[in-house]
């Protein structure tokens, strides 16, 4: 699985190489054979690696990550805080965006459609398209915010990003919503975040 994932992932950057990445990863999951190799952690070791063009550091610092948020429940394969984490941001988007919550509702849409991988990487994935391993200075304040509140800051950016997008999503089917909602975080986190417009 990890081979097959590295080679899905960051196939633009010239900055970053299949074997920096794979090497990362099986280090991470020669170290803890509790977890392994889950999907989306190639993401987070590449966001690593764009930070610190080093693989020793990619790998300590997502062995850190892991322990300071206890990962293991989100990486588990019955993923328990995963499912957790999809019931609180649908009850968020009740409060904060009831109207968008109620066209879901009607198109038949939870937000474990869509934000798993916003969960998962803590929008990394959002890099891993760019031609370059220059970060977005978003990301970067993300990043800072994410280290001292944690997962807060995920949900607080989940609901400004549908906040900005929502007089589009409330014209959209099922179909176009899954699709258009995939990139959003684009516009906000990457460096070439042309995926996306805001109109």
């Known amino acids: 699985?990890?081979?097959?994932?590295?080679?899905?992932?960051?196939?633009?950057?010239?900055?970053?190489?299949?074997?920096?990445?794979?090497?990362?990863?099986?280090?991470?999951?020669?170290?803890?054979?509790?977890?392994?190799?889950?999907?989306?952690?190639?993401?987070?070791?590449?966001?690593?690696?764009?930070?610190?063009?080093?693989?020793?550091?990619?790998?300590?610092?997502?062995?850190?990550?892991?322990?300071?948020?206890?990962?293991?429940?989100?990486?588990?394969?019955?993923?328990?805080?995963?499912?957790?984490?999809f019931y609180i941001l649908d009850r968020l988007i009740s409060i904060y965006l009831p109207s968008l919550h109620e066209h879901f509702k009607n198109e038949y849409i939870t937000s474990s459609l869509f934000s798993s991988a916003w969960f998962i990487t803590c929008f990394w994935n959002t890099v891993s398209h760019q031609s370059t391993s220059e970060l977005n200075p978003n990301m970067l304040y993300f990043w800072d915010n994410f280290i001292i509140d944690g997962y807060l800051v995920i949900f607080q950016s989940a609901i400004i990003l549908l906040g900005i997008f929502e007089d589009k999503l409330m014209s959209q089917t099922f179909e176009e919503m899954l699709n258009y909602i995939t990139d959003i975080p684009r516009v906000l986190f990457s460096k070439t975040n042309g995926v996306v417009e805001i109109a």
């Open 1 to 85: 699985v990890i081979t097959l994932d590295v080679q899905r992932s960051f196939n633009n950057t010239k900055d970053i190489s299949r074997e920096n990445l794979s090497n990362i990863l099986k280090t991470y999951a020669f170290y803890n054979p509790e977890i392994e190799y889950c999907q989306g952690m190639n993401f987070i070791a590449g966001f690593f690696y764009f930070y610190f063009k080093d693989e020793e550091k990619s790998f300590k610092s997502m062995l850190g990550l892991i322990k300071k948020f206890d990962l293991t429940e989100l990486f588990n394969a019955a993923l328990p805080r995963l499912k957790l984490y």
